[in-house]
């Protein structure tokens, strides 16, 4: 069975850092693209940054660009987002999500609150 | 940036009706690249359809999606109880950024 599970949200004040993990099991992690998508309360779903299977090919949306970093270990099976420079509309939940046809597959996500 | 608009935003209908979504795009997308997705409250979103029109493996084949270039559509045939429901597409072409439309809130009437 394919699990995908964050950690590392909490609360964070604006200009302050936080970094994501996303634990993956269940499929061949090395050979899959991975991505991070949020959601603010309330509101839509907004695709944040994709990362190839071997990194190869890295892309970021414009909204965090210069600010946030994804990378991957490919030995671990594990996904990172690491924010930097956080502002109050980086409040959201972020999961991670992967896929052979699509975004098959979705973590339970994790809260990442921005406030002084 | 490919913008995606989906219409209506909310749609109201009770179970056993049909329902019908539409997803515009600002520019073509190739049909193998866009996919709609189901969002119920608290959960992660889950896969429907990809392709445009194949259905993700468990789906049942009351939802169907069509359509091509700027214009897609996803059908549910005969609303069941647990089909209310906030639903995105989403392109996922070569080209990055990965946009969502706005999603469609289907709530019972």
């Known amino acids: 069975e394919v699990q995908l599970v964050e950690s590392g949200g909490g609360l964070v004040k604006p200009g302050g850092s936080l970094r994501l993990s996303c634990a993956a099991s269940g499929f061949t992690f090395s050979s899959y693209s991975m991505n991070w998508v949020r959601q603010a309360p309330g509101k839509g779903l907004e695709w944040v940054s994709s990362i190839s299977s071997s990194s190869s090919y890295i892309y970021y949306a414009d909204s965090v660009k210069g600010r946030f970093t994804i990378s991957r270990d490919n030995a671990k099976n594990s996904l990172y987002l690491q924010m930097n420079s956080l502002r109050a509309e980086d409040t959201a939940v972020y999961y991670c999500a992967s896929g052979v046809r699509a975004l098959d597959y979705w973590g339970q996500g994790t809260l990442v609150t921005v406030s002084s | 940036e490919i913008v995606l608009t989906q219409s209506p935003g909310t749609l109201s209908l009770s179970p056993g009706e049909r329902a019908t979504l539409s997803c515009r795009a600002s520019q073509s997308v190739s049909s193998s690249y866009l996919a709609w997705y189901q969002q119920k409250p608290g959960q992660a979103p889950r896969l429907l359809i990809y392709?445009?029109?194949s259905r993700a493996t468990g789906i049942p084949d009351r939802f169907s999606g069509s359509g091509s270039g700027t214009d897609f559509t996803l059908t549910i045939s005969r609303l069941e109880p647990e089909d209310f429901a906030v639903y995105y597409c989403q392109q996922y072409g070569s080209s990055p950024p990965f946009t969502f439309g706005q999603g469609t809130r289907l709530e019972i009437k």
């Open positions: 392709g445009a029109s």
